[in-house]
């Protein structure tokens, strides 16, 4: 019984481990490295394992950092079936095809570029093909506490996350020969009391934890003080005549974010005509997935789309599908909410609405979800007075907003609350985090609390049958 890490070990992206047990191969999740300089070797890089040899792969949630390699994968081998939930399946195959789109133009653009020079062009690292070639080989459909075989003696269950619409962790029974273990992935788990989705469910007493620890290292401002913090912060921004723009993740976090300006208009803490500019067609395409999966939300949102009400539509919200009406945006000088992908600006749309923003002192940034070191949002979060976007040196002189309140993640006391749940593991995996802070925080007190940990390494393997002892 051996398990591997061969994503976020060390590092907070390209979730990917492999299970072997009981004749068995089974992968849970396989994303794209994101935000250093080097992701883009390590996205074509080896996977560690042979995809053609994986058996089954179960899929906690849709977000690009924990699916986006599985047309790679497929690409290179892998024919076996891909378990998840329904919302995460229709959530999978957007975020997948917008991966591809952008890899095909930036491969386009290169090629460009390198033949000019002489030399020959690249191709994607896969494209839209592939990807339709992956959603083959999605099969069943989980269903949250649903016990589903998936081969002799072995048996996952889904449970709520909390995190993204779809989102799970997972639990697998295994037993091999004399020996059962149980092992618990956590997957992302969400930040607790929000409106939009219900709480991650807990999970049960298990032998070995797989978990998150992105947010390890801190607690989130509470929800209410992070509403009224973006609320003073676009009212701040009109007064002064500029625009707020809000880099966004197309998933959870945008329809989130236009949940509660409808709500601010709706209490008169926001004016009725506000214009906000969804500039996103993933996003946009995204927030109608959320209508279709009404049994995934809260009671609350849920039960507002099954008696016919729109909990994301406020009277001022332009939708920007076309490249044209993006670039007409850059035309409204004041007056405006523009949210725009992505979230930690690494590309998309937000960049460009950054580079006609960031140096106009009226306007105002607000940041609402986690930047990766190595990321435009994380530079400007960390206060640079200038960053280069598309070639050119912008100056920061807008307001900067940070509000973690919105977070998808779990806290510091959030994720030490949902271990708690766990008994006393045999081992902590800690994974999902930076080595240094999240990762370190929650090994010190799991470390007080008497509980083994370890921090894997990149492909690190791991017998589940004689494990090591932690690491202090």
């Not at 896969?126 to 959603?135: I, K, N, P, Q, R």
């Not at 998150?212 to 509403?227: F, K, P």
């Not at 927030?287 to 008696?307: D, K, N, P």
């Not at 779990?410 to 749940?421: P, Q, T, V, Y």
Request: glycine share 10%; proline share 4%.
């Amino acid at each position: 019984m051996k398990l591997s890490f061969h994503g976020a070990a060390r590092g907070v992206t390209g979730s990917c481990h492999l299970l072997e047990v009981a004749g068995m191969r089974i992968l849970i999740d396989c994303g794209m490295f994101q935000g250093s300089r080097h992701t883009d070797e390590e996205n074509a890089g080896d996977f560690g394992f042979d995809p053609a040899k994986i058996d089954l792969l179960l899929l906690t949630h849709a977000h690009l950092d924990h699916c986006g390699r599985i047309p790679l994968l497929v690409k290179r081998g892998f024919t076996g079936e891909i378990i998840t939930t329904a919302a995460s399946r229709d959530l999978a195959k957007l975020i997948m095809m917008d991966s591809a789109h952008i890899q095909e133009e930036d491969a386009d653009h290169a090629s460009r570029r390198m033949r000019r020079q002489g030399k020959p062009g690249i191709a994607p690292l896969y494209d839209e093909t592939d990807v339709l070639d992956a959603l083959d080989y999605f099969g069943r459909i989980a269903q949250y506490d649903q016990v589903i075989r998936l081969g002799e003696g072995v048996s996952a269950r889904f449970i709520n996350a909390g995190h993204i619409l779809g989102s799970a962790a997972i639990v697998i029974e295994a037993t091999e020969g004399e020996e059962s273990r149980r092992i618990v992935f956590s997957g992302d788990l969400g930040n607790r009391g929000h409106r939009l989705l219900s709480d991650p469910a807990w999970p049960p007493e298990a032998d070995f934890v797989v978990t998150e620890t992105t947010y390890g290292d801190r607690d989130h401002r509470g929800l209410e003080e992070s509403v009224e913090e973006l609320y003073d912060a676009i009212r701040r921004t009109l007064a002064r005549g500029g625009n707020v723009v809000i880099p966004t993740f197309a998933l959870e976090r945008t329809q989130e974010i236009l949940f509660y300006l409808k709500e601010g208009i709706r209490q008169d803490l926001l004016p009725v005509g506000l214009a906000v500019y969804l500039d996103s067609p993933m996003a946009i395409s995204a927030t109608q997935i959320f209508r279709r999966h009404a049994e995934a939300l809260s009671e609350e949102v849920g039960g507002q789309l099954r008696a016919g009400r729109e909990p994301f539509r406020l009277p001022g919200l332009h939708f920007t599908r076309q490249v044209s009406d993006s670039m007409e945006i850059n035309h409204v000088n004041r007056g405006a909410v523009i949210m725009a992908g992505s979230g930690m600006c690494t590309g998309g749309r937000v960049r460009h609405h950054l580079k006609h923003n960031l140096w106009r002192p009226e306007c105002s940034v607000v940041f609402v979800g986690f930047a990766a070191e190595g990321t435009l949002a994380r530079q400007i979060i960390d206060g640079a007075k200038s960053v280069r976007i598309s070639g050119e040196e912008v100056q920061v002189e807008a307001a900067i907003h940070t509000i973690n309140g919105f977070s998808a993640h779990a806290d510091r006391s959030e994720l030490l609350d949902w271990l708690s749940h766990t008994g006393k593991p045999r081992l902590t995996f800690l994974v999902h985090g930076e080595h240094e802070a999240g990762m370190a925080a929650i090994r010190d007190t799991l470390e007080e609390r008497g509980w083994p940990s370890y921090r894997p390494r990149l492909h690190e393997r791991v017998d589940l049958l004689a494990p090591p002892a932690g690491e202090g």
